[in-house]
T-cell receptor, first 113, second 115 residues
Framework: NAGVTQTPKFQVLKTGQSMTLQCAQD?????MSWYRQDPGMGLRLIHY???????DQGEVPNGYNVSRSTTEDFPLRLLSAAPSQTSVYFC????????????FGPGTRLTVT | QQQVKQSPQSLIVQKGGIPIINCAYE??????FPWYQQFPGKGPALLIA?????SEKKEGRFTISFNKSAKQFSLHIMDSQPGDSATYFC??????????????FGKGTHLIIQP
């Protein structure tokens, strides 16, 4: 199993540009989520999904959209990038009942200039 | 409002010592308390976790101590090694509710084990 994969690994955007961060998992996990990690802030939940077709907002959802058309994929869209969205983004997945036991991807480091 | 407070922010321990990282939570609905270990350039990885029905859990050199009445839990690393140098995050979630709200993380502790 590849586990949780994320692409790209690094990305530089200009303010106002849009992009999609990709996340996929091959463990048949129902629960998937996106976190952002900022220095001294820990990890904060952006959006999550408890299954295909179902998504909900986390702690810091503004400026991001998600969709879940399949069990495997959970892309994160930045609609109009802002410097405040410079961060490292992690996708995670788990079996729904064990949503606390999450498996994290390797991360995408995004810089917005 | 920070629901999980973690301390210290950074910690330096000599090899063989016992680093201790502490966390306190506010939400009494939390019922699952994992610790994650993160190496530079990598995603966090689950290290050990505890439910509030036990006061201590050991896995190898790692031990979680849990004090439900004080709403505190801590990670101890026995016989620490330089390879344990990493950032450690405590977290909490409502496991029994499916944990749909995800994990609430502490801000992390940067641990260095000196040879």
């Amino acid at each position: 199993n590849a586990g949780v994969t994320q692409t790209p690994k690094f990305q530089v955007l200009k303010t106002g540009q849009s992009m999609t961060l990709q996340c996929a998992q091959d463990m048949n996990h129902e629960y998937m989520s996106w976190y952002r990690q900022d220095p001294g802030m820990g990890l904060r939940l952006i959006h999550y999904s408890v299954g295909a077709g179902i998504t909900d907002q986390g702690e810091v959802p503004n400026g991001y959209n998600v969709s879940r058309s399949t069990t495997e994929d959970f892309p994160l869209r930045l609609l109009s990038a802002a410097p405040s969205q410079t961060s490292v983004y992690f996708c995670a997945s788990s079996y729904f009942e064990g949503a606390g036991e999450q498996y994290f991807g390797p991360g995408t480091r995004l810089t917005v200039t | 409002q920070q629901q999980v407070k973690q301390s210290p922010q950074s910690l330096i321990v000599q090899k063989g010592g016992i680093p201790i990282i502490n966390c306190a939570y506010e939400n009494t609905a939390f019922d699952y308390f994992p610790w994650y270990q993160q190496f530079p350039g990598k995603g966090p990885a689950l290290l050990i976790a505890i439910r509030p029905d036990v006061s201590e859990k050991k896995e190898g050199r790692f031990t979680i101590s849990f004090n439900k009445s004080a709403k505190q839990f801590s990670l101890h690393i026995m016989d620490s090694q330089p390879g344990d140098s990493a950032t450690y995050f405590c977290a909490a979630s409502m496991y029994s509710g499916g944990g749909a709200d995800g994990l609430t993380f502490g801000k992390g502790t940067h641990l260095i084990i000196q040879p």
